[in-house]
Structure formats: structure tokens, C-alpha cells
């Protein structure tokens, strides 16, 4: 009896430890590229501050960034995103599709939800956007998350257009 109990917690402990976290976009939605698209060299001209909201929901992580600066090639090929996750290390990646140009079209609000957290587990998000990564953030995936996070629009710029 003793060894049936051993083989049984045996093979449900391996099976535990071999399960992987997956993560999955479920949702990604933007605004796309405001009416008015602005040259590089006026950066220092920008009013609009850039923010990150981490929400828990039922769906999922929902990440919401505002007042986004991507390059005008969305304009053609639009936005895209992935998700991905290493151990506790979210890196979500949002990023132009088409041909890169020497314009920047704010976007005023662009939404990623992420299912397959663990409720109650700590996360790092590695927030990259238009080639830029923002992070490390740390956040508790529970109800009630709402963490609001100020993005540094200039490091966007240097390392697009310096």
C-alpha cells in the first residue's frame, strides 16, 4: 500500500512540475494613428503624457497603454502584438508593421489582454513598444490590480530617430 501511495505522489508531483505557464493574447485593440502626425525634432514639444494600467480582469491582465508615440509606418501596415512569458517575466511586444518612416503618429490608446496568469502569483512585465522596452514592472496578478505606471516618452525618441 505504502508504495502505491509513493508511485501515486511520485507521478503527480512530476506531472506538477512539468505543467508550463502559458500566457495568450486574448484581445488587442488600438486607436490607431491620430490626425496629426509630427516630425522627430519636435519632442521636446509633447504636452500628452504617456502612462501603463496593469488591471486584473476576469479575462485576464489587462494592459492598457495611452498617448503612445509609434512610428508612422502603422499608418500602412498597422499594429501588431505578442506575449510571452519566461518563468514570472511577462514581455508583452507591441510594434509597427509596414515600411519604417520619418514621422511619429500619436496613438491615444492601444489595450492588451493576457489570460493564463495566476491569480495571487507576482509578475515582472517587460512592456516593449516600437522597439523600446519599458520595465521591469512588478505587480501581483489579484482582483482589485489597478497599478498605473508614467512612460518616458524620451527614451522612445533616442532610440528611434537619435
Known amino acids: 500500500m505504502k508504495r502505491i501511495i509513493l508511485i501515486l505522489f511520485s507521478s ?8 508550463e505557464t502559458k500566457v495568450e493574447l486574448v484581445s488587442f485593440t ?15 514639444g509633447d504636452q500628452a503624457e504617456s502612462q501603463l494600467l ?11 497603454r495611452t498617448n ?7 499608418k500602412t501596415g498597422g499594429i501588431a502584438c ?9 514581455i ?6 509596414g515600411e519604417k518612416m520619418r514621422c511619429i503618429c500619436p496613438v491615444k490608446k492601444m489595450t492588451s489582454t493576457i489570460a493564463g496568469l495566476s491569480q495571487g502569483s507576482d509578475y515582472v512585465l517587460d512592456y516593449r513598444c516600437g522597439g523600446t522596452k519599458y520595465g521591469p514592472f ?12 508614467d512612460i518616458d516618452l524620451y527614451s522612445w525618441y533616442a532610440d528611434n530617430f537619435e
Open 138 to 149: 512588478e505587480f501581483r496578478y489579484d482582483k482589485g490590480l489597478q497599478q498605473l505606471i
Open 92 to 97: 508583452l511586444d507591441v510594434y509597427e508593421l
Open 30 to 44: 488600438d486607436t490607431g494613428c491620430g490626425s496629426e502626425t509630427v516630425e522627430p525634432a519636435t519632442r521636446s
Open 12 to 19: 503527480c508531483l512530476l506531472w506538477t512540475c512539468s505543467k
Open 54 to 64: 496593469l488591471e486584473y480582469s476576469k479575462e485576464g491582465l489587462v494592459v492598457t
Open 68 to 74: 503612445a508615440r509609434m512610428n508612422c509606418a502603422i
Open 82 to 90: 505578442d506575449v510571452s512569458i519566461n518563468g514570472n517575466v511577462i
